[in-house]
């Protein structure tokens, strides 16, 4: 891994975020557990880092009551557990530790990326995902906070009860997106309005992934000076890659692509953040899971900088 300049070296933390409320699919919230077994905190020890494990008391933090939000669904829970991981956040962050946030559903990227604004000014995002997750209370059509967590970020997405403490840490300009492949109308028309740069798969089949990664960080980033978040979702991967998750889209990156998105983040030394999220270990069969674990891990290596040579 290049030289890092926001972060001491070699020191990372693992916040295993066991989130389910924000969508609808059982067992996504079994994801951290599964990953820390499958040796993802032994896996970055190997390459040479010093790594702190934590897991969210996700069950601790469930309110009495929590009524929808119009559509949206368990929108106090979902807060707390971002408010929670928000503060975890902040702290390993404050220690000098690269944080990973490890879902779990991709809600939790409201807390994760909030604890890395609070510490890194100017924190720009790289989000790796077939959807874009940028619903508004008006838009939502499932109700599922897992697609609203750029819109809370950007403080666009409305008064969500349980989001209160949420302080806008995005805006249009420090977002990008690589791999959507499956919008609602509603978040099309959001991406127009507030003109958030997207990388399409069609973008990547014409332009190829190293011209597609290099645009990416040119708009976020241009003089490379910036702190990164970087925030993958697996189902940004196509369904062949990493099967045990909840909403597959056909058509995605493949392995090497998301391997290359996460390599030349790593050689920028600029990552701050990362958030691996969707894995649901108890979707598809046990080879499925096996795959899918796998995957994950091997993004968040190449993210931190594991080479051939």
Request: with cysteine; proline share 5%; charged share 20%.
């Amino acid at each position: 891994m290049a030289t890092m300049k926001f972060v001491q070296q070699k020191k990372a933390a693992i916040i295993g975020v066991p989130i389910k409320e924000g969508q609808d699919k059982l067992g996504v919230d079994e994801g951290p557990a599964k990953l820390f077994e499958f040796g993802i905190s032994d896996q970055l020890k190997c390459l040479g880092w010093e790594v702190k494990e934590e897991m969210v008391p996700v069950l601790d933090l469930k309110p009495e009551e929590d009524k929808p939000c119009q559509t949206l669904l368990n929108p106090r829970h979902v807060g707390a557990v971002n408010k929670h991981l928000a503060s975890v956040v902040e702290g390993h962050s404050r220690e000098g530790n690269i944080v990973i946030s490890v879902g779990g559903d991709h809600s939790m990227a409201v807390g994760s990326i909030s604890g890395i604004a609070a510490v890194h000014d100017k924190t720009v995002v790289i989000w790796v995902d077939a959807h874009s997750d940028i619903n508004t209370i008006e838009s939502s059509q499932s109700g599922n906070l897992h697609g609203c967590p750029v819109a809370i970020l950007l403080g666009i997405a409305g008064k969500i009860p349980g989001f209160e403490w949420v302080k806008p840490c995005l805006n249009s300009n420090r977002i990008v997106y690589i791999g959507l492949r499956d919008i609602d109308d509603g978040e099309r028309k959001i991406l127009r309005e507030n003109h958030i740069k997207v990388f399409t798969m069609k973008d990547v089949d014409r332009h190829g992934i190293g011209n597609v990664v290099e645009m990416a960080l040119n708009h976020v980033n241009p003089y490379r000076s910036l702190p990164i978040h970087l925030s993958f979702d697996v189902d940004g991967l196509d369904p062949s890659v990493a099967p045990s998750t909840g909403t597959t889209v056909r058509g995605g990156l493949t392995f090497r692509e998301g391997c290359y998105i996460c390599e030349t983040i790593a050689e920028t030394g600029l990552l701050v953040g990362m958030d691996i999220t969707e894995v649901n270990p108890t979707l598809g069969s046990e080879r499925d899971a096996a795959i899918t674990l796998q995957v994950a891990c091997s993004m968040t290596r190449c993210a931190l900088g594991e080479t051939l040579i």
